[in-house]
C-alpha cells in the first residue's frame, strides 16, 4: 500500500544521507523505523525494566542504608 508523507528539509537530509551511507532505500529505511517503533510501543515492560533505575542504589553508600533507604532512593531518581 502505498502512502505518501511529507518531512521537514532537516529530516530529509538526514534521511537521504542515512540511505547513502548504508546502501539502503528510503522506503526500506522508513519500512523498518515504523516497524520498531510499533513494537517497541506493543511491548509492555516487565516489573524488572520498570525498577531497573533504582537497582543498585546502595552500593556507592556506606553506612546503615535500611535507616537511610528513603534519602538514597531520593537522590537516585532526583539526580
Same mark, same amino acid.
Given at each position: 500500500m502505498?502512502?505518501?508523507?511529507r518531512?521537514?528539509?532537516?529530516?530529509e537530509?538526514?534521511?537521504? +544521507?542515512?540511505?547513502?551511507?548504508? @546502501?539502503?532505500?528510503?522506503? #526500506?529505511?522508513?519500512?523498518?523505523?515504523?516497524?520498531?517503533? !510499533?513494537t517497541?510501543?506493543?511491548?509492555?515492560?516487565?516489573?524488572?525494566?520498570? +525498577?531497573?533505575?533504582?537497582?543498585? @542504589?546502595?552500593?556507592?553508600? #556506606?553506612?546503615?542504608?535500611?535507616?537511610?533507604?528513603?534519602? !538514597?532512593?531520593k537522590?537516585?531518581?532526583?539526580?
Amino acid at each position: 500500500m502505498p502512502i505518501s508523507i511529507r518531512l521537514p528539509p532537516q529530516t530529509e537530509q538526514a534521511l537521504a +544521507g542515512y540511505c547513502a551511507d548504508h @546502501a539502503l532505500s528510503k522506503s #526500506e529505511v522508513i519500512k523498518h523505523a515504523l516497524e520498531d517503533f !510499533l513494537t517497541a510501543r506493543t511491548q509492555v515492560a516487565t516489573p524488572y525494566q520498570l +525498577g531497573q533505575n533504582g537497582f543498585g @542504589a546502595d552500593e556507592t553508600h #556506606e553506612g546503615d542504608i535500611a535507616r537511610n533507604t528513603s534519602r !538514597l532512593l531520593k537522590e537516585k531518581f532526583r539526580g
